[in-house]
């Protein structure tokens, strides 16, 4: 992944995933680091007067982004101390909404990947990116990291991903997790689930052998294990902190645990009670 697009609207939330974008880098062959501010003046703010009478001018308009590109060029002479060296941070204003500006970025900037800060539980920590998370997730082209509030950046040995070994079939697009396993030395623990206790007793590894997904990951030596929690979220996010992993990866929706993710209030419950960020790929 040689590129991350870090979208940024100078909240706690996104500056908080600018810092782990940096911290990651010493992790990976990021080579470019994009951040990215979307100031999007409608027509309408721009012809109709606000609540005040105002109308903004050209020139109010042009300041405002000055400003905004300082704020920019702050984060990133404070993401210098933590960002390997050798990868360029830039920064980037974009005049479209939030979610396109993110996803010409992509385009325009060859972005391998996209990293979002997600909102708590309190409520002076409320960020348009955070809360505009799970619609990105699910319109980015590329895959996504999904940073909360509770996580605090340590080195990534272990990962889990969850499934249903049931539904994963030689199609799923495993490209972006096998570049990151094959980079470095990573635990991958995969976790089935499994909310009807129906393989309970079951040999765990000879029923994973039997899966597709045993093939696909076999040289990566994974560990499997089952879990029958019914709260399938706090379930998996109980295990990778039993675990002491370091990040939690989401096979794209349809064959995973993460099908409910696209419901915000599962994705919120996720989003804001998981200490280890999420990877979802695409």
Request: net charge negative; aromatic share 6%; glycine share 4%.
């Amino acid at each position: 992944m040689k590129t991350y697009i870090v979208p940024i609207d100078f909240s706690e939330t996104s500056t908080h995933a600018a810092e782990f974008a940096a911290m990651l880098s010493n992790q990976t062959d990021v080579a470019d680091i994009f951040l990215l501010h979307s100031y999007h003046v409608s027509v309408y703010e721009s012809v109709l007067p606000t609540p005040d009478m105002i109308i903004p001018t050209d020139e109010e308009i042009e300041e405002q982004l000055l400003e905004r590109i300082k704020k920019l060029e702050h984060i990133r002479t404070h993401m210098h101390k933590d960002v390997r060296h050798g990868v360029t941070i830039h920064v980037r204003i974009s005049r479209s909404p939030l979610v396109r500006a993110i996803i010409e970025s992509v385009g325009k900037e060859h972005g391998d990947l996209v990293i979002l800060g997600s909102n708590g539980s309190n409520s002076a920590n409320i960020s348009h990116i955070g809360s505009n998370v799970i619609n990105i997730s699910k319109l980015s082209p590329v895959p996504v990291i999904v940073v909360p509030p509770a996580c605090c950046y340590e080195l990534i040995k272990r990962v889990v991903m969850a499934c249903d070994f049931n539904k994963v079939k030689d199609t799923v697009p495993l490209e972006p997790l096998k570049r990151l396993l094959q980079r470095h030395d990573l635990e991958l623990q995969v976790v089935n689930i499994d909310r009807e206790a129906k393989h309970k007793n079951a040999d765990q590894q000879q029923l994973a052998e039997e899966s597709a997904l045993h093939g696909m990951l076999k040289e990566y030596h994974p560990h499997y294990y089952f879990n029958t929690d019914r709260d399938i979220i706090n379930g998996i996010l109980n295990f990778a902190n039993g675990h002491h992993a370091q990040m939690v990866i989401a096979l794209p929706h349809k064959y995973s645990f993460f099908q409910s993710l696209l419901h915000n209030s599962v994705s919120q419950q996720l989003t804001v009670h998981s200490a280890v960020p999420v990877l979802l790929l695409k």
